[in-house]
């Protein structure tokens, strides 16, 4: 049986990780090396650095953050945010990085997708889909929106994670933006629609407040992973805590 995995994720803004709800509202959590260290050695299977503001502020990837992130974790990294060119992927990988994220250029140009999976290699690629629901849609409908959340986009998300493993994604990692934050639980019916849908592993991300939270989004949401920041920033549980309790739920997980 596959294992599931639990991956704590450091949204980095000016140099500092932090936290808001539904993307906006963001509050300090911590300095990205010491989150990354400590969850390291919790027992985290990977860990995701998303500079959040990049795309919308043009500019880069903070790098020498993600190098001083993988001088102190040796689990797969995926770093993310203001990625737009297969020489922005390349200095990531070189500085570091496992595998990286894309969302705002793959939207612009799906092909980025095509062209970075040849070159790297699909295990790299990553694609991040943030989807809000489509008021009143029926049936239910999530839109994609780009520039860390602050861009609607007229695409379907279900219909765009399927288009993003045709052209050679690896992964989906894919955040319910109406559920970020709340600790309410994730968007199980957003998950399964992805996951039912596309044949490479989904991450689900977005509203995670317990470790239920958590099994359900693994077990009725069929995600692959789950992706947690705010009860573990401020250590509402472990991911020791949280392993244990999938382990009691006959969730395969890796200690």
């Known amino acids: 049986m596959l294992t599931k995995r639990i991956i704590p994720c450091l949204d980095v803004k000016d140099g500092r990780v932090v936290k808001g709800t539904s993307f906006e509202s963001l509050r300090d959590s911590g300095d990205p090396i010491d ?3 400590r969850y390291y050695r919790e027992g985290a299977d990977e860990l995701v650095f998303l500079d959040i503001t990049a795309s919308k502020e043009h500019r880069n990837t903070m790098v020498e953050v993600v190098e001083r992130i993988a001088d102190v974790v040796f689990i797969p ?3 993310g945010g203001g990625l737009r060119t297969l020489d922005d992927m390349r ?3 070189l500085s570091g990085a496992d595998k990286v994220s894309l969302n705002t250029a793959a939207v612009a140009d799906p092909e980025l997708i095509r062209r970075a999976a040849e070159k790297f290699g699909t295990q790299c690629i990553v694609v991040a889909i943030d989807a809000k629901r489509v008021p009143d849609a029926s049936p239910i409908a999530w839109r994609v929106h780009t520039y860390g959340g602050s861009m609607p986009v007229e695409l379907d998300a279900v219909q765009w994670a399927v288009r993003a493993a045709e052209l050679g994604a690896g992964e989906i990692l ?6 970020d934050g709340h600790k309410a639980g994730y968007d199980i019916e957003l998950t399964k629609a992805v996951s039912t849908r596309v044949s490479i592993p989904v991450i689900a991300s ?11 989004a693994l077990s009725e949401g069929h995600a692959d992973a789950v992706l947690a920041a705010s009860i573990f920033h401020y250590r509402q549980l472990t991911i020791s805590q949280t392993k244990q309790y999938l382990l009691e ?5 890796r200690l």
Do not use: C, F, P
Request: glycine share 10%.
């Open 249 to 253: 739920r006959q969730v395969a997980v």
């Open 174 to 179: 894919l955040t319910s933006m109406d559920a």
């Open 206 to 216: 977005g509203g995670a407040g317990s470790a239920e939270d958590l099994y359900r």
């Open 35 to 37: 989150l990354a260290r």
């Open 91 to 93: 200095r990531m990988l």
């Open 77 to 79: 990294l995926t770093v």
